[in-house]
Structures are given as C-alpha cells and as structure tokens.
C-alpha cells in the first residue's frame, strides 16, 4: 500500500519536471553521480603536501570545554576524511612502534606510544616514586612490566593488569579529545579495548586468580562502553616462533630473559587476538591484517587504507560499522567532545567498582595508611600542629608529592600566592 | 521623678539608654562572617590538596564576603528585633486597661520579717 501511494506521490511531484532540453544539460544533470566525491583516508604523497586544517584547533590541554563553550564553538567543523581513530595492534616486539610511527607521519596524524607504569611511578616532575619501595609494606611496593618478566606469579600481577587497563583508557580517552578538538586523526599502539588478550592469558597461565579476572572483566564492562571504538585496527601478524626470535633480536633485558613470554603464552596471546579481539572488533572498525613475519613497509599498508571506503558504512544507519561515530546532531558531536574534554574524571571514576572479595586487589587499612603517609607525604602536616607532644617522623619525602601539581614550591613551583589554577587536561 | 516608683509597661520596652553593650556585641556576626569565609578558602585548598594560603584573592574576597553577610544579617536581626518592639508598645498603648500601672514593690514589703524559732 505504502508503495502505491510512493509511486504515484512521486509522478506527482516530478509531474512539473522538464526533459533537458540539451546534450550538456544532461550530462552536468548526471554529473554529480558519476563524479561522486570519495572521503577517503588520504596520505601525505597522495595529497602532495601536508595537512590543512578546516579551523584552528581548539587548545583543549589548557582551556575548559563546557556547554557554554559548546554553543560557540561547534565540533564537526575541523572534521575531515582524516580524523579517524587507527589502533596497532600485534604481539610483543612485532614492530608495531616503528610501524605506527611512520604511518602516523605518513597520514599527519598523532602518534600514541605505547603506556608503560611508569607514567604511574615517574610524578609530574619526573621523580622516579619506586624509589620509595624501601620504605613502604610488601603490599604497597612498586610492580611494573620488568617484575612482572622476571616474577610473574606475584600477587600484585592482577593490580599491574589492572593499571595497565586503566592507563590505557586514559591514554585512549586523551586521544579522543585530541581528535576531536582538534579534527586530526590518532594512531595508538593497542588500546583498552585489546587490553583483556593480556589479562586472559594471565589468567590462563595461572599469573592472575579467577577473581581477579572476574573483577577485571567487570571494571571493563563498567568503563568500555563509554569510548568510541577506532575507526581502522591493523594487525601485525607474526608466528610465535618468530616473536620468540624478534624478543631474542631486541635484546630488552627483562623481556630475553622473562620467564612469563613461554610459547604457550605467546600461543595463547596469539590465539586470544585472533579469536577474540579481532573477531569482536571487526564488527565495528575496518580490519586491515599483515604478516609482519619479515617486516614491512608503512607505505603500502597505506596505500591499503587509502582504497578503504569508511563512507560506504554511512548509507544505512543500522550498519554497526562505525556505529560508535554516527552523531546525526551537531549537539550529539559536542556532547561527546564535552564527555571526554569536560568530564574525564568521572569517566576515569567508573574504574571504582566495589568488589572486596580478591584479597590481592585489596589492600589493608594499615597498609594504606603506610602508603598514603610515604606518597603524598601528608602525616608531617598533621603532626606539625602538635610538634610539642609528637615527635616529628623523619623519612625521605618524594619531591613534589607533598601537593597537587604545579603547586610544589619545593621543586620550583613559582607563584603559589596567587595561584588559583587546576589544569584542565596536562596533568595525566 | 515622682516619689512613688511605678512599673510602667510601656517603659520596660523603651531604650532607656542606661545599659553598655559589650563590645563584642557590635562586632561579632560580622567578625564570625569574615572568619569563616577566610576558612572555607582553607579548606578548599586542601580539599585540592593546594597549599592552604594559595591564591590569596579568593580568601580576601571570601572574606569580604563573610564579613557582608555577617553585617547584613546583624541588621536583619536587630531590624526584626526593633519591630517585635514596636508592635508590643503598640499593642499595649490599644490595651491600656489589661496593662495597668502597679506600684513597684521592694522585697522588703513583700517580705515578713524572719522570726527565727528555735
């Protein structure tokens, strides 16, 4: 019925249209269909030069963006075929940094490296905060890739994964209000969403308990949901044989000589990004897999994507493909630049999911007291006031810990008389 | 000035002007108002886990502040007080009758005299 009344509704209207009266009129009538605009990924030597930004990028490191700001500063406008979220993914020591560092110069995108603890241990003011271990509980001591190499079964292997995950959705939250403040394009070296290949294995490998597993599994399902997926994963494949002899090749200490990086634990590694990862992933981003066995060139993995058509996904809007970046409302695209600008540290609060049932992700009362007293260095302060009746405890303070960054005056800090600033989003 | 001493309840509201105020009175609400505007910037910082004293402006202005809410609210206060007077004298000056004037009474007239028995 529907049909009828399309068809005869649509006589109707074209009832008024005249037949082109010229050859040439026709023709230009066809034009815009046979000359149809393609919005592909473009590299630098196929544009011939470098990127030319739409508008000025907006300073989203130091300046707010809130919904006063967003009335006037609107979002898809710095948008081009270039802004677009590209994951590396790939085993250990399969190239991926070199790889994404090229495509990134390659595309005139911003590369990501790879997150490592110590953006956790190393402060604002780049003292090394594993320097404390002496001083602090067993519980509270430092646990970074290097431990986790030489000991994997320690108890705190769970709480690394669990750091590891976190810095990696903070790293990809960043990306996100780079690309979409600013319209260019990120490439990241993995992500949050391949973090659990790492977590599983673990577990597989008995690093990492049940529960552990089962509180990572649920802070994940707490937290993913509020990215948007990458637009293009790229794979480097290698066969573990192969990983084993590019670990060998590198020669990082820690990573020869580690008792975790088995063949089984490679297997399983590889087993769980093939199996899992990129099957679940594919179903959203394009997937582009190489083997990596020999190396590569970035150039023709880019001249690959340059042939992706990420606009052929737009035609039906209940395509999952590239779901997560469907904003219909230029509201909807300030919405989520203000989510992830704004309102990080509520996002980054959804990691507080109250389970106290894994002893090895709890840490006792007294412990913490210890830790807190150590770190932030805070228990002088106190005991300041009653200098009288207390002895004041003397241990090594860690250099700017005592308060918030940029606000330490024993590590240079300048103006603190006056100083009423936050920081929006330097401070990681 | 009659001899006789009388009560006059319209004379118990009245300001006689014979009692000093001490002198933490007039200064208090505005005082207590300055103090904790200056604390609330305090705490803050430290809620921030500033140093406490960190940009000196806001606690000058807090305080500013304070201290003009304390102000307003002392002469919220005494307003509110001056009226409740007011409409009592009122009231008594419609009511004459049910507020008569009696003679004031020393203890010693009230007082028998003390007649102790063993």
């Known amino acids: ?428 | 000035m009659s001899s006789v001493k009388v009560n006059d309840p319209l004379e118990l509201l009245a300001n006689k002007g014979n009692r000093e105020p001490p002198f933490l009175t007039a200064i208090w609400n505005p005082l207590i108002g300055t103090v904790a505007g200056f604390g609330v910037v305090m705490f803050a910082n430290w809620g921030f886990r500033k140093p406490v004293f960190a940009g000196i402006q806001k606690h000058i202005a807090f305080a500013l502040i304070g201290g003009a809410a304390g102000t307003f609210f002392d002469g919220k206060r005494n307003e509110y007080a001056a009226k409740r007077d007011a409409v009592l004298r009122h009231y008594i000056e419609l009511h004459p009758d049910d507020f008569p004037k009696t003679d004031r009474k020393k203890y010693s007239d009230v007082l028998e005299s003390w007649v102790p028995v063993r």
């Open chain 1, 1 to 428: 019925m529907t049909a009828v009344f399309r068809v005869s509704l649509a006589r109707l209207v074209s009832r008024g249209a005249t037949a082109p009266a010229t050859l040439l009129q026709a023709q230009t009538a066809v034009l815009p269909t046979v000359f149809m605009q393609k919005c592909n990924i473009s590299g630098k030597t196929m544009r011939g030069g470098p990127r030319v930004p739409k508008a000025a990028p907006y300073p989203y490191k130091t300046k707010k963006y809130g919904l006063i700001n967003s009335l006037f500063d609107k979002t898809s406008k710095r948008f081009d075929e270039n802004s677009k979220v590209i994951c590396v993914e790939g085993p250990i020591a399969a190239g991926k940094t070199k790889f994404a560092q090229e495509l990134a110069a390659e595309l005139d995108m911003l590369y990501y490296p790879a997150v490592d603890l110590d953006l956790y241990y190393i402060n604002p003011y780049g003292f090394d905060m594993r320097k404390l271990d002496p001083e602090l509980p067993p519980s509270c001591r430092s646990y970074d890739i290097r431990d986790f190499c030489k000991n994997p079964n320690h108890e705190q292997a769970a709480l690394f994964q669990m750091r590891m995950y976190m810095l990696r959705y903070s790293q990809y939250i960043d990306a996100l209000q780079h690309i979409l403040s600013t319209g260019q394009g990120v490439v990241l070296e993995r992500s949050p969403y391949s973090d659990f290949v790492f977590m599983e294995a673990m577990f597989r490998h008995g690093y990492i308990s049940r529960g552990a597993r089962s509180v990572y599994n649920e802070v994940r399902e707490n937290t993913i949901g509020e990215l948007l997926k990458p637009h293009l994963v790229i794979y480097l494949d290698l066969p573990v044989e192969i990983v084993q002899r590019q670990i060998r090749t590198r020669n990082v200490e820690y990573e020869a000589k580690s008792k975790a990086f088995t063949v089984d634990y490679l297997r399983d590694m590889d087993m769980l990004y093939k199996q899992h990862y990129l099957k679940e992933i594919s179903s959203h981003a394009e997937l582009l897999i190489y083997d990596w066995s020999s190396g590569g060139e970035a150039e023709v993995v880019v001249e690959d994507i340059e042939r992706l058509d990420f606009q052929q996904h737009e035609v039906d809007p209940h395509n999952k493909k590239m779901l997560d970046w469907r904003f219909t409302l230029e509201d909807e695209w300030c919405e989520a630049r203000i989510k992830y600008c704004h309102q990080k540290p509520t996002l980054m609060n959804y990691f507080n999911v109250p389970r106290f049932d894994v002893p090895e992700l709890v840490r006792s009362a007294d412990d913490g007291k210890v830790w807190r007293d150590v770190w932030l260095n805070v228990s002088g302060e106190i005991f300041v006031i009653f200098a009288f009746s207390y002895p004041i405890e003397t241990f090594f303070q860690a250099p700017g810990m005592k308060y918030r960054p940029g606000y330490n005056a024993d590590v240079g800090d300048s103006g603190l008389l006056t100083k009423t600033k936050i920081g929006i989003n330097e401070a990681s």
